[in-house]
Every structure is written in structure tokens, then in C-alpha cells.
């Protein structure tokens, strides 16, 4: 028997939304990053090393510049934010090279794939749901994380960014799966976390540098709401 009042006891999770940078796949190193720029347009990466921590650190810089978020509303204002943060500290063609690039460094945690299909072997529902202008499906193909997931919605797509309500509404909506019955995984206490705001529970793991990042945690969740007496 259930010690929980009625009106508080959870509903077993049918769905898990996930966000996608920090959250199932690393930044990745800022070396290969700068070195796949550099070949590409004939340069050598060892004459722009003194770049590296500003490169480690562009997505904060990006945060700082575009707290709104037009980045992740459209390629162009992507494009733009990003060249504009690039050219602070490089000059053409590594800026260009360096934008067309930043994602190639991208890799999946080593924890992402055998929880995402741990979780379809169960039945659960998977989507992304990212903050992101990029070609994200295209990503998740090459990172070879596509196949592992149910959905694939991003900021551009929706024209909503998180922590706006609405992404999380959209997405509920067009999975058709009610917002109790879902589980946002993120990095990021403020976006991801806004998902709160229309009843769905949300498990926050802080970014990190490791080749894992305790997405375990998640079919732990999964089971505790699945449990039905105390």
C-alpha cells in the first residue's frame, strides 16, 4: 500500500527528454577542434595555440553575448553570434574554418548510447530536445546516436528555446505523452530546468569533462517511478 497522498504520488514515466550538448555528447577537445580548422585551410595549428582556453570556453562566451538566444533560433543569427565571438580572437580563414568545424569535435559519452537503448528495451519513449540551430539530426546520424532515440526536436525547429514553456509543451504535444508522464535529463539548472514549470520532473547532471556523465542516474528514476508501494 502507498504511503503518498494521492495528489503527490507519481505517475510512472513514459518518456525522457533529453538535452543534447553536455548532456548526451562532450564539446569534445578544443585541440582536434582547432587542428581540423587549421587543415583545412593549410594552416598550423601550433602557431594559434594561445587560443585553446578561449575556444574551451565559447560556449560561456556565446551565453554572455546572446543571453536571448537567437543563436539558437536560426543559422544566420548562429552564424553571426558565433563569427562575431570567433574573429575576437582569430582572423579569416581560420574564423570561417573554425565555425564550419565546431561540431565535428562533438562525441558521444561512453554512458549515452547503452542507457538511451536500455531505455527503448523498456519501452520508453526518447527524445532529444536541444537549444540548437545546427543540422542536429545530421549530427546525431554521423555521432551515431540517431538511431537510438524516438525524436529529434530543436530551438530552431519549434521556434521556442528552453527554458520557455513552450518547447516543453510542443514537444509533449507532439509526442503525445502528457507532461507528468515525462523526464527532462539536462546539464543546465536554468534551461533544462524549465521544464518544471509544466510538471515534468527533471534530473540536472552539471556538465562534465570525464568520458561519462551518470546518465545511469536516469533508469534508476525510471525504476523509482515505475514503483507502485513503499
Known amino acids: 500500500m502507498s504511503l503518498m497522498h494521492p495528489l503527490f504520488e507519481p505517475t510512472p514515466i513514459k518518456g525522457v527528454l533529453f538535452d543534447f550538448h553536455s548532456t548526451l555528447v562532450d564539446q569534445g577537445s578544443s585541440e582536434e577542434w582547432l587542428g581540423t580548422a587549421c587543415n583545412k585551410v593549410g594552416l598550423d595549428p601550433r602557431d594559434y595555440d594561445e587560443i585553446l582556453p578561449k575556444l574551451n570556453s565559447i560556449v560561456e562566451f556565446a551565453r554572455i553575448e546572446d543571453p536571448d538566444h537567437e543563436r539558437d533560433l536560426s543559422r544566420q543569427a548562429n552564424e553571426e553570434i558565433f563569427t562575431r565571438l570567433l574573429s575576437d580572437f582569430a582572423e579569416e580563414p581560420l ?107 527533471t534530473l540536472i547532471l552539471p556538465r562534465t569533462s570525464g568520458p561519462t556523465h551518470g546518465l545511469a542516474t536516469v533508469l534508476g528514476v525510471i525504476a523509482g517511478s515505475q514503483a507502485t508501494s513503499y
Request: proline letters at 4%; charged letters at 15%; glycine letters at 8%.
Open 95 to 201: 574564423t570561417s574554418a573554425l565555425y564550419s568545424t565546431m561540431t565535428e569535435s562533438w562525441r558521444v559519452y561512453d554512458d549515452s548510447l547503452a542507457v538511451l537503448d536500455a531505455l527503448q528495451e523498456q519501452g520508453i519513449t526518447t527524445v532529444i530536445v536541444s537549444n540548437i540551430a545546427h543540422d542536429l539530426p545530421a549530427i546525431a546520424e554521423r555521432l551515431g546516436i540517431a538511431q537510438s532515440v524516438n525524436h529529434i526536436f530543436t530551438s530552431a525547429q519549434l521556434g521556442y528555446v528552453k527554458p520557455n514553456p513552450e518547447i516543453f509543451l510542443a514537444v509533449a504535444a507532439a509526442i503525445e505523452i502528457h507532461p507528468a508522464d515525462l523526464l527532462m535529463v539536462g546539464d543546465n539548472a536554468i534551461d533544462d530546468g524549465g521544464a518544471g514549470a509544466v510538471g515534468i520532473r
